[in-house]
């Protein structure tokens, strides 16, 4: 029997863009820009997120009037991308000292401004918090009960992708804000907009199959209907040619998560959809979709070598191994006189091999 899969903490394509040209926006979006130019050089990437943290703590106090809930909120998430960037060049970036004390301080200025917050900041504020992988109740006391409150207060002015973006935050921090109803008033908005829109934008989609992910990390089994609708409306898109490799990992893992089982023809869509896909792929991804294919039982061999052999020094170093040895065994033939048998071992064994050699 295959194991609980272990949460990858994906990442919905939600960039918060600026649309604030004041002087001290301008600052931060140039900051931001400055530090992650300086980022190419390994051995310069932790001093330029310390000298952007410094200069967002001097601006915090040389202009606290301006310093709303919406500047609070873009500072908060140029902190994020920033970081984020940092790490991918010192890991140990994520560390640094600065991030709490300033992301405390930007998180007090939005909070004491929480009545006439927008719902597009508090979306930035849930996912900027994701991404310095920080609750906001570890910055604030009550933070995410009343941003979550914020959120249900504006929700008719809430977007797809906003909404995708708070739920993106709660899955990878295991929230569910807003004293607890944030969730319940979620999918109330997902069941309205389902009606009226049919989301075959890409990025729409890719709103949708975050979303599922978000439930699928929180284990809510959400209403079986509202779940068909989102993943034959993320199909339709699939057939009309959009290339969603991280939206279908999102939608199959979600399947295989809460065990919703897509009729035959819509799953063997996502696996040639996935294998011909012409973006980059992300390793673990391929790991993830092996796993959560074979939970669906529609995982078979020659798919497994196209998909997970095709980068094989890559795929050993960043796949989640436990996920293709589970994907392995529910391949693994009861009769070991075959040569179906035969062949499933030499491409175990070369697994094997990958994982010890690098």
């Known amino acids: 029997m295959l194991c609980d899969v272990q949460r990858n903490k994906l990442e919905p394509a939600y960039e918060g863009r600026i649309t604030d040209m004041s002087h001290l926006t301008h600052c931060i979006k140039m900051a931001r820009e400055t530090a992650a130019m300086a980022m190419h050089d390994r051995s310069s990437a932790a001093q330029a997120l310390t000298n952007f943290l410094q200069q967002i703590d001097v601006w915090a106090q040389d202009h606290p009037g301006k310093f709303d809930s919406r500047r609070a909120s873009v500072a908060l998430l140029s902190m994020a991308h920033v970081t984020f960037r940092a790490q991918k060049f010192d890991r140990t970036s994520r560390h640094n000292h600065l991030i709490p004390d300033i992301a405390a301080v930007m998180m007090e200025r939005n909070l004491q401004q929480i009545p006439g917050a927008s719902n597009h900041t508090v979306c930035n504020v849930f996912w900027a918090c994701a991404r310095l992988q920080i609750r906001p109740d570890d910055l604030h006391a009550g933070a995410e009960d009343k941003l979550g409150q914020r959120f249900i207060d504006t929700r008719t002015s809430a977007t797809l992708q906003g909404l995708s973006s708070v739920l993106w935050a709660c899955g990878v921090l295991g929230l569910n804000p807003g004293n607890g109803h944030f969730i319940e008033h979620a999918v109330q908005i997902i069941k309205q907009q389902l009606a009226v829109d049919n989301f075959d934008s890409e990025e729409h989609m890719q709103s949708l199959s975050v979303m599922m992910f978000a439930f699928a990390s929180l284990r809510l089994h959400i209403e079986p209907a509202v779940a068909e609708l989102i993943i034959t409306r993320f199909y339709q898109g699939v057939l009309q040619g959009a290339d969603q490799p991280q939206g279908l990992n999102n939608i199959l893992w979600t399947c295989a998560t809460l065990g919703y089982l897509p009729p035959p023809h819509m799953l063997q869509c996502f696996k040639e959809s996935y294998a011909a896909s012409k973006k980059p792929f992300l390793i673990q991804h391929d790991s993830t979709v092996a796993w959560s294919l074979a939970v669906l039982g529609v995982l078979d061999l020659e798919?497994?070598?196209?998909?997970?052999?095709?980068?094989?020094?890559?795929?050993?170093?960043?796949?989640?191994?436990?996920?293709?040895?589970?994907?392995?065994?529910?391949?693994?033939?009861?009769?070991?006189?075959?040569?179906?048998?035969?062949?499933?071992?030499?491409?175990?064994?070369?697994?094997?091999?990958?994982?010890?050699?690098?």
């Open 303 to 358: 798919y497994f070598k196209t998909m997970i052999l095709r980068f094989p020094r890559r795929v050993m170093l960043d796949a989640t191994v436990g996920q293709l040895y589970q994907a392995l065994q529910a391949l693994r033939p009861s009769d070991e006189s075959t040569p179906a048998y035969a062949e499933w071992f030499e491409v175990s064994r070369l697994c094997l091999l990958l994982v010890y050699q690098f």
